[in-house]
Each structure stands twice: as C-alpha cells, then as structure tokens.
C-alpha cells in the first residue's frame, strides 16, 4: 500500500498557500532547492504534475488544486486535534475561524464576538463574510470553527451541525436627519409613500418586512435592496431612502449614522443564531460561548 510523505505534502501545501517557493522557504527556513525538491519528489510519486510553470511563477494546475484541497483539510484537521488537546498548555494562539451572513449587523459580530477575549485562552480571531450555503460547506470542510446567521440551519441539509438562538429584537426605521420633515402623520403610516431600503432575499427578515407592510396597508417606494446591512445604513444616512435594523443596537446607529428613530415594532423579529458542527462545540471559543449563552444569556450593551 502506497504511503504518502506527509512533510513532501507540507511543503506543497505551504508552497501553494503562500503563493510561491521563496514565501515558503521563509516559513519553513529552508533553502529553495530543498523545497523545489521536495515538491519534485512528491510529484514523482504521484505521478502528476502539481504547477504549471511559466518562467519563475507556478500556477496550480486542476491535479495540484485537487491535491491542495486535501492537503488543507488534512493540516486543518491536525491543527484542531492540536487545539483539542490541553489548549491551555499549547505555545501558539488558537485559531478561531467564524463565517458571517451578510446581513449580520456589524456591532452584534463585535459586541457577541469579542467575549472570546474575555476568557484566559490566546485566541486568533479569523472573520469570513459570504451568503448562508456557502458558508454550511465552509464548516462540514472544516473551514470554519463557527457561522452567525440570522436562521438556523436549514431542515434536511447535507451538513450535521448545531443552531442556537443567541437572541431576538424588534425592529426600529430610521431615517436620515434633513429627511426627518418630510414625513406626515404617526408611525407607521408615515413610511406610506416614502422611499424604502429595504433587506435582500438573503435576509430572513425580508418576508416579514413585507407582510407587516402590506398588513398596516402601507405602500412605500421600495428604491433598494441590500444583502449587506452596513451598506443599506450607509444608504440611509445619505438620505436615499428609510431602513431597519434590529431595535437592540438602536442607540450605536443613531450615534454613528446620525439617524433619527420614527417608530418601533415587535412584530418584526430579527433572530441571531450560532452554528457549528458537533465536534466544533469542543473548540474552546465556541465552548466559551456556548457557556455563557446558557448561563446569562446575551445581552447588548448597545
């Protein structure tokens, strides 16, 4: 049975991440030749071609992708096993890898994340923003050690992991400060007619945006669609258009985007949910987490 030479595979590996053969020899305090070499030998074995070279630069090719895929998971999940075992006792930080839905306000992603600090660990906090889909494959490939997503993971989907509910919050409209005058009447009936900012398909909160709208018999003038939240603020405090955001981080939006509040309601619910896999509950941030959510629940501070 073939074996493969896990160090031949490293320095790929590394060679591949880093971009090129001088980046690698830097990490690994090797000589060129030696890294060339090794990565020659390991082609050898496989008896494919990882590179394509063209003159000082190697590009991966779809053998050397197929095998680099491997290889992360493969160094990826040594790294965990390291992590696993007395975390406390190991020299280097731990690494705490979370994927965040777009429409996760920023300020919650700090406020909620920032309690990993807060423990005696070393944590390296790694942040990755994409959609819900792209993310859940992110975790079942290890990629990620955690997900902040406005729902929990889907029903019948491929990848086993956990949700928990870290809160919920009603929702607040601002609207930009020189536009404040021209609304008429009480709220809500005051966004009848008036421009909307309104969350992308990607935001859980968008249907029940539109039902509660068409409920009150308000008919505004939906000017935009947003999947990122920071971009829709940034919208709104241009004064293009009134938006909402969760009520629990009312007081950090008024101050930062200079916007005032015409109304609430708790018939609009924003949710934030915690996602891992079963085996990621282990990892001492999420652990951390976990811990405290069951304990105290979260509470912001905004």
């Known amino acids: 049975m073939k074996q493969l030479n896990y160090n031949h595979l490293y320095y790929f590996y590394l060679t591949a991440k880093e971009g090129s053969i001088t980046a690698a020899c830097k990490e690994l305090h090797l000589t060129p030749q030696t890294v060339s070499g090794q990565i020659a030998t390991l082609e050898d074995y496989l008896g494919i071609k990882l590179f394509d070279r063209h003159g000082k630069r190697l590009i991966l090719n779809d053998n050397g992708k197929l095998v680099y895929s491997y290889a992360e998971d493969i160094f990826n999940t040594g790294h965990d096993l390291l992590q696993s075992l007395e975390p406390n006792q190991l020299s280097h930080k731990l690494t705490f890898t979370v994927g965040i839905t777009d429409?996760?306000?920023?300020?919650?992603?700090?406020?909620?994340?920032?309690?990993?600090?807060?423990?005696?660990?070393?944590?390296?906090?790694?942040?990755?923003?994409?959609?819900?889909?792209?993310?859940?494959?992110?975790?079942?490939?290890?990629?990620?050690?955690?997900?902040?997503?406005?729902?929990?993971?889907?029903?019948?989907?491929?990848?086993?992991?956990?949700?928990?509910?870290?809160?919920?919050?009603?929702m607040s409209f601002y609207i930009a400060e020189p536009?404040?005058?021209?609304?008429?009447?009480?709220?809500?009936?005051?966004?009848?007619?008036?421009?909307?900012?309104?969350?992308?398909?990607?935001?859980?909160?968008?249907?029940?945006?539109?039902?509660?709208?068409?409920?009150?018999?308000?008919?505004?003038?939906?000017?935009?669609?947003?999947?990122?939240s920071a971009l829709t603020k940034l919208f709104g405090q241009a004064g293009y258009g009134i938006f909402c955001s969760p009520t629990m981080v009312e007081s950090h939006l008024v101050s930062t985007y200079q916007v005032k509040v015409i109304g609430r309601t708790?018939?609009?619910?924003?949710?934030?949910?915690?996602?891992?896999?079963?085996?990621?509950?282990?990892?001492?941030?999420?652990?951390?987490?976990?811990?405290?959510?069951?304990?105290?629940?979260?509470?912001?501070t905004y």
């Not at 709220?187 to 068409?214: A, D, E, H």
């Open 103 to 170: 429409v996760i306000p920023k300020v919650f992603s700090f406020q909620f994340l920032r309690q990993v600090y807060q423990g005696d660990t070393q944590i390296k906090l790694i942040c990755r923003e994409g959609e819900l889909e792209s993310l859940l494959t992110e975790l079942a490939l290890n990629k990620l050690d955690m997900i902040l997503s406005d729902c929990p993971i889907p029903p019948g989907g491929q990848v086993k992991a956990y949700s928990q509910k870290i809160i919920d919050s009603g």
């Open 266 to 300: 708790n018939d609009i619910k924003e949710r934030f949910y915690m996602i891992c896999s079963r085996r990621k509950l282990k990892h001492p941030a999420v652990s951390l987490l976990v811990e405290r959510l069951t304990i105290t629940g979260f509470k912001s």
């Open 179 to 228: 536009n404040l005058g021209q609304l008429k009447g009480d709220f809500p009936q005051n966004l009848n007619q008036q421009k909307l900012l309104i969350p992308g398909k990607q935001s859980s909160t968008r249907v029940s945006l539109l039902s509660w709208l068409n409920d009150h018999n308000i008919e505004p003038e939906i000017v935009a669609e947003f999947d990122d």
